[in-house]
Each structure stands twice: as C-alpha cells, then as structure tokens.
C-alpha cells in the first residue's frame, strides 16, 4: 500500500514536470522506479512509456485548445519519430540493463547542458515570443513554401531537414530509454527550427503519445510491463500532467528550468553509479 501510494506521489511529480517541459515525464520515472523501488530498467522503461501516453492524454487537449501547440508541424515530425520508436523498441532488447543505463546516464548530462546553453543565450528572457529562439545557423535548403505552412502566427520554422533527423533519432530514444522522445524533440524544435520553447514544449506533449505507443506495444507484447507498478504510477502521471498543463501559462520558465537542470545532473549521477555497480 506505501509502495503504491509513493508511486502515485512521484508519478504525480513526473506528470508536472513532463507536462511543462514537453518531456513526458518518463526522463524521472525511469530513474524513480530503478533507484527507488528496486525494479529492472528495462520493466521501468516499460511503465514509462504507458506513463507518456498518459501524460499526453491528459496535456495535449489543453494545449491545443489554448492555442499553445503547432498541430501540423508536431504531425509532419512525429511520421519519422514514431518510425524511429519502432526500430528502437527492436533493438532495446539486445542492449545489456548496464548499457542502458549508461546511455540514459549520457542522455540527462546532454539535456542539463543543452538547457543550461540555451538559458544564457537568452540572457534570462524567455517570455514564449519568436525572438526568444533563436535557430541554429543552417544552411536552409527546404522547399518553398513548406516552412509558411508549418510556421505559427509569431515565428517562422526552418531547418526541416536536420529536424527530421532528429525526430529519428528522438524516436529511438523514447523506445530505447522510455523518455517518450520529448528530451530530444524540445531542444530539437526550439534550438533547431527556432520555435518557442513554450511552443515546443507543448507541440512535444501531443507528439510523444504517438510516439511512446509505437514501442510501447512491443514491450506489452514481450511482458516487459508490469500492471501492478504501472497503474498507481500512470495515474500519478495523469493528475501530474493535467495539473502542469493548466498552470504551464503562470510559470517562470527561468525557475523551472533551473530546478530541472538540478534534478538531472542529480539523476545522471545516480544512474552513472548504477551502470558502474
């Protein structure tokens, strides 16, 4: 029963940050269901991923009817996510736990520095507008007219070619790790096409359902899922997500940014200690 309940408790605290963030929450359950409670990081990465498709349930209808998602432009990159989700569910089964837990280890250093970088480019300004995302300096050779239709009222996309290739490799990572590919895809869109962050954050949260699905299925099928931790940690999740979604608009992302950056060097460590051991 204590079990169950502090599942709920962290599942709850996921859900937030995941909702917020776009991240999809399984970037702290992996490491809340290994470190915490003891279970294999391969079933964890299993219950992760049924924990993003909740947390995507629950924050993606809020953000599209607040105006705050890029429907099409999170669509158009989740055809190539979901193809890399699948291709990393096959080959997550023949990576040793310890390997995995390295490569998730790697994955939250490179987050914490990639937000850190994009937080002092910024100088501490990030109020949600285009001037605040700046795009990585690319050459452009997309077609005309295909940036105008995948580009908000407030900012202009680019740099589709390199996003799909991200979005590829954002697939395998949710499937291989249980991250629902959010980590890869938020950096991806606001460094690399130049989108908001609060944008991209919330384009994430509709793309990382779909994604995590894709592999999702094929842990289900393996029995790599256990129902017994997944359901008091998905419900966790969905009352997290739905509670972050309605509140992404009052919070500083400044702060949360920071506090998040903190929370992952944390994680990396114990996770670096895990694959070690």
Known sequence: MAAGLLMIAGGTAAG???????????????????????????????????????TSGASAGVYLQRHMANLRLGMTLE????????????????IPDR????????????????????????????????ADAPAADLENTDPPGTLDRLSGPDYRV??????????????VVSALLGVGGGIVKVPVMHLVMGVPLRVAAATSNLMIGVTASASAIIYLL?????????????????????????????????????LFVVV??????QM??????
């Open 79 to 94: 055809l190539f996510t979901a193809l890399g989700a699948l291709v990393g569910a096959l080959v997550a089964f023949l």
């Open 99 to 130: 390997a995995l837990a390295g490569l998730f280890a790697a994955l939250l250093l490179y987050v914490a520095v990639t937000m850190i970088r994009s937080g002092l480019r910024r100088g501490a300004r990030d109020d949600g507008l285009a």
């Open 16 to 54: 937030i940050f995941g909702s917020l963030l776009g991240l999809g929450g399984g970037i702290l359950i992996v490491p809340l269901l290994t470190l915490g409670f003891g279970l294999p990081l391969r079933e964890a990465v299993g219950v992760s991923l049924v924990s993003v498709i909740a």
């Open 158 to 171: 680019r740099n589709l070619g390199p996003a799909v290739g991200g979005s590829l490799f954002a697939g």
């Open 222 to 258: 393996r029995g790599e899922i256990d129902p017994l931790v997944a359901g008091p940690t998905v419900l966790g999740v969905f009352v997290g997500a739905t509670i972050g979604s309605r509140s992404a608009h009052r919070v500083d992302v400044r702060v949360l940014r920071l």
């Open 264 to 269: 992952l060097f944390y994680t990396a460590w």
């Open 272 to 277: 670096i200690e895990r694959a070690l051991r």
